[in-house]
């Protein structure tokens, strides 16, 4: 976390700076927030949708013709959930949630201006493990095993890579946006490393990919 807010710092630095050195409207840092929906695509586990944010900054910069470039930097928490055995065999839903940060390099296609555009590229993510929210539920076994508990899957993926691809609309100093962000490595590989087949017969080749849903508001200064 230290590492994080001294990164934001210095994006904050560098890109004021920037803008201050620059006479072109379309270069300018922003500040945003975002509502998100996380969800994990795997057939290991019986996974639900949980809400979630993120928030940091983003420097915007003309880049040629018709495209700008975007970097931002983005602190996140968001929260997913999945099925287990609890009492009388009844389902229960065992709430994880994690911190982390994402890094984004996107090209925006301005099709109308600063009124309307689309936005795609890489996002590079570095988070902490999955916390369980109610430590009551720790020995809970999870849906579709025999004795793989819910505190054994704590320590999945620390980074991941995502895509996204999204739209923005709005005006020079205030846009609204909503993307689709998919993950392309496993995050789940980490779990291959536990020795959980040691817990469960059935806990192996997990493989999982992030999908995330955001919607949120960029502020440029």
């Known amino acids: 976390m230290k590492h994080f807010l001294l990164f934001l710092l210095i994006l904050t630095t560098f890109a004021g700076n920037a803008q201050r050195n620059l006479k072109n409207a379309s270069n300018r840092i922003g500040v945003q927030g975002q509502y998100a929906l996380l969800d994990l695509n795997t057939s290991n586990f019986h996974t639900n949708q949980e809400a979630g944010f993120l928030a940091g900054l983003s420097k915007r910069s003309a880049f040629y013709n018709n495209f700008d470039l975007i970097f931002g930097v983005d602190f996140m928490q968001t929260s ?14 065992v709430k994880y949630t994690w911190s982390g940060a994402q890094v984004k390099m996107l090209l925006s296609y301005l099709i109308a201006g600063d009124q309307f555009s689309v936005e795609f590229g890489p996002i590079f993510q570095v988070n902490g493990k999955m916390e369980l929210n109610d430590e009551n539920q720790r020995a809970l076994v999870l849906d579709g095993y025999t004795s793989l508990r819910a505190e054994d899957i704590q320590e999945w993926s620390r980074v991941n890579g995502l895509v996204t691809l999204g739209l923005s ?6 846009r609204f946006t909503a993307n689709y962000q998919y993950g392309f490595t496993n995050a789940l ?3 291959n490393d536990e020795g959980l087949t040691l817990k469960d017969p059935a806990a192996t080749n997990f493989k999982g990919n992030l999908g995330l849903i955001t ?4 502020l440029y200064l």
Do not use: C, D, Q, W
């Open 80 to 93: 997913l959930s999945i099925n287990a055995n609890g009492a009388a065999s009844e389902i229960e839903k």
């Open 215 to 218: 919607a949120g508001i960029v």
């Open 169 to 174: 609309a709005g005006f020079t100093r205030v």
């Open 189 to 191: 590989k980490r779990l």
